[in-house]
């Protein structure tokens, strides 16, 4: 079925003369002169094949077909000035469609208030988040899978993409509840030489793992590394477990097991940083807010 060429410009100076049925009020409203109008009708015309009007000494009135085609024209014409105003909210950042990825750990901490802080400020964009390892989240930028990443600890000037640390966080000790160490108050890094660990993969976050490791090699000895788990959670059970001890983020604690004992260290210099990241050409104002959002909440901040 082959689709005619209407102009909107003759749509719209039908519906507006089938309103008025008047000629010159019709002009007026298009603001336009009365022979422009008439062109406009008379070419809509041509294309349907019949008249839309009937034409009198002072009377104008919808033919059949006029009547016919009015409720399509009228549904055109509101289809294509919602299409506009979408398209300006867009372009305003106030509308579409933004994906967001984010680290486990940070749905105990900052990601909650800080989506719910967007959301109000943008209630007509649409969130899409999706919870990814910081490695998952750098390939996922740069293959615009998602547009935005709330991760830890990422490589230092990734290819394609740009970071901006927002939050500094210190480490903890995840002991079991019955292990000596979980007697103290601050547990000395070097106590925990003889310890099996039990840690994320380096693959889903080679930044904290490295630093986690530094931190031991800087105690003086080598972590021994006896599990490894993708998710926090599952971590805390391994060590609730017996299976070893951990060091994580301080916001693990929110994690609530009866089993596990959570405890600062000593020295506390180090720290896991998490950053904002996007693509380093993408310019688009859902981005931008997002960003700008972010830091408004909690940075930016130096990184270790």
């Not at 003889?194 to 630093?211: I, K, N, Q, S």
Request: aromatic share 4%.
């Amino acid at each position: 079925m082959n689709r005619p060429e209407l102009a909107l410009q003759q749509l719209h100076a039908f519906a507006v003369l089938a309103e008025e049925l008047h000629f010159g009020r019709a002009a007026e409203r298009l603001g336009i002169a009365q022979p422009p109008l008439s062109q406009q009708i008379r070419r809509l015309e041509q294309k349907v094949g019949h008249p839309l009007f009937t034409r009198g000494p002072g009377q104008v009135a919808l033919t059949s077909a006029g009547h016919e085609l009015l409720p399509s024209a009228r549904r055109a014409l509101d289809e294509v000035a919602h299409g506009l105003d979408a398209a300006r909210r867009a372009g305003d950042g106030e509308a579409g469609r933004i994906r967001v990825g984010f680290s486990a750990s940070l749905a105990l901490t900052v990601l909650p208030a800080l989506l719910r802080s967007y959301r109000e400020r943008h209630p007509n964009v649409d969130m899409e988040i999706t919870e990814m390892t910081t490695a998952a989240q750098t390939a996922a930028l740069k293959d615009h899978v998602i547009d935005v990443g709330l991760l830890r600890d990422p490589a230092p000037d990734e290819p394609g993409t740009v970071s901006e640390p927002i939050l500094s966080e210190e480490f903890v000790a995840i002991l079991p509840a019955a292990h000596p160490l979980a007697t103290l108050r601050v547990v000395p890094l070097g106590a925990l030489a003889g310890e099996t660990f039990v840690l994320l993969p380096r693959a889903a976050g080679p930044g904290l793992h490295d630093r986690i490791v530094d931190m031991c090699r800087e105690a003086g000895y080598e972590p021994r590394i006896g599990q490894r788990a993708v998710e926090w959670q599952t971590v805390c059970a391994l060590v609730e477990a017996g299976l070893g001890v951990s060091l994580a983020p301080a916001g693990i604690r929110r994690i609530r097991l009866k089993g596990v004992a959570c405890r600062r260290i000593e020295p506390d210099s180090a720290r896991t940083v998490v950053a904002v990241s996007r693509r380093r050409d993408d310019a688009g104002p859902l981005v931008a807010q997002f960003i700008d959002a972010v830091r408004e909440r909690h940075g930016p901040v130096e990184g270790p």
